[in-house]
């Protein structure tokens, strides 16, 4: 008989409107009762956590991000420049990686999401150097020894400099390397179905390394497999000139003319789009991940989010890269996406928990999950538990604000599929002194000969 859970009488909890004050109670990794005030659970549960002192909301959903990059955080020759010249002084250095730096920079990408609320975390994975063939295979067997949920993209290069895009030969691949490679993964790792842990997408890098036959034979194959895509676009202004240069159309356009327009893909940035760009996303369902810490570091725009949402698009919130951001943290993510949004529509057109819904809801609808997301009975039990007795919290009234206005950036407990993965804010069984410290080493190593 499988365990019953009893988060008891929280502080504040986010649903979609049903009273949970009394408590939430979770079974066989779903949610399976939602408790008004004062109402007890239908079944004695074996486990009651006191719940009083937290604020519990959804797991946070983590929709785009490039594990790698942890390697390469704030590295003093790309501290102060723009996308472009920050890839292309990157390139070098992240041909580097090896299997071993890989697995440590996905542990602490992982680690350091988890410990921020984050349950479930997409990674865009595009950097196949010599050696490192099994890239995605790493990813997976990191994230099912931390318990997290993992939509892993097998990403490509296929479009080096000596064709016109940018990055050097030396990290490019031949289209029939992706495309099989890409099936294979599909097929030896993805799960259906509610409660799936891993999950594989297709994700082509974006318009300036990869080709349009490795596009639209990606979107083919996807198709096939009926798995979903994902790729960086619009960006950068940057990056529309390209396309225009390149392909002769702005960045929709192209991305229409190469089968990509449809409810299977989800966008990384999106910033640079026109209203009637917009009209057209939302008419075909496709997704957005809003990365605002990215775009203020790399000056790259703002996502027009409350347009989007209007116009269909579902919209969530990824950290992005740990290089251009430079953190995993995703509970100080939202409050980033709700200050950078405040400042484009106004204070009153955006709420905390508008912030906060955009990386749990609306980060599921982006990676085509309806289990996920919501704190209602049915939906897996993936759960974040907040304490607001710190100091940056005292004086606070609103617990539920408190999160994003006074700046949490650690969850006391969290929970994946009714698995406890965070407890007392440190995650069971990882060595964390150890990690950072070869973490470290494999970081210096990687600039020194730059």
């Known amino acids: 008989m499988t365990a019953r859970t009893w988060i008891r009488s929280p502080l504040a909890v986010l649903t979609p409107g049903e009273d949970a004050r009394g408590g939430i109670v979770v079974e066989g990794g779903r949610i399976i009762e939602l408790l008004a005030d004062g109402a007890e659970p239908a079944t004695p549960c074996e486990e009651v956590v006191d719940a009083r002192e937290h604020v519990v909301i959804p797991g946070l959903i983590n929709t785009h991000h490039h594990f790698y990059q942890t390697l390469t955080r704030a590295w003093g020759p790309v501290a102060s420049v723009e996308l472009f010249p920050w890839l292309t002084n990157l390139y070098p250095v992240w041909a580097r990686l090896t299997p071993r730096d890989l697995e440590l920079a996905t542990t602490v990408a992982l680690a350091e999401l988890l410990l921020s609320g984050c349950t479930t975390a997409a990674d865009h994975h595009y950097l196949f150097p010599g050696g490192l063939d ?92 009926d798995v979903r895509l994902h790729t960086h676009l619009a960006e950068t202004l940057d990056e529309e000139d390209f396309c225009l240069q390149m392909f002769g159309m702005r960045t929709v356009d192209y991305l229409e003319s190469v089968g990509w327009l449809g409810d ?148 006391d407990r969290v929970m994946v599929a009714g698995q406890w993965r965070v407890v007392d804010g440190a995650i069971p069984g990882l060595d964390v002194e150890a990690l950072v410290a070869e973490h470290s080493t494999a970081a210096r190593r990687m600039v020194a000969e730059v």
């Not at 890239?135 to 993992?150: E, F, K, P, T």
């Not at 990386?359 to 982006?366: F, L, M, P, V």
């Open 134 to 225: 099994d890239a995605i295979d790493v990813q997976v067997s990191v994230a099912r020894r931390l318990g997290m949920r993992a939509h892993l993209t097998r990403g490509s290069m296929s479009l080096g400099q000596d064709d016109g895009g940018l990055p050097p030969q030396s990290v490019v691949q031949a289209a029939d390397t992706i495309l099989a490679d890409s099936r294979r993964l599909v097929e030896t790792y993805h799960e259906r179905g509610e409660g799936a842990q891993i999950q594989v997408a297709l994700a082509p890098c974006s318009p300036f390394s990869v080709t349009r036959e490795i596009m639209r034979d990606s979107a083919v194959l996807a198709e096939e497999l």
């Open 264 to 411: 299977r893909a989800w966008l990384a940035h999106g910033i640079h789009f026109d209203d009637g760009e917009i009209a057209r996303l939302g008419a075909a369902g496709t997704a957005v991940a809003h990365c605002p810490t990215s775009n203020m570091r790399l000056a790259s725009g703002t996502c027009r989010v409350l347009e989007l949402e209007e116009a269909g698009v579902p919209v969530g919130i990824g950290v992005d890269g740990s290089a251009s951001n430079d953190s995993s943290n995703m509970i100080e993510e939202v409050r980033q996406a709700l200050y950078i949004q405040r400042l484009r529509y106004g204070a009153a057109a955006v709420t905390p928990e508008q912030a906060l819904g955009w990386a749990t809801r609306g980060s599921a609808r982006a990676l085509g999950r309806e289990d996920l997301g919501e704190i209602a009975v049915g939906k897996q039990a993936d759960l974040a538990l907040f304490r607001l007795d710190g100091l940056r919290f005292s004086g606070s009234h609103d617990p539920l604000s408190a999160l994003l206005l006074c700046g949490a950036d650690a969850a």
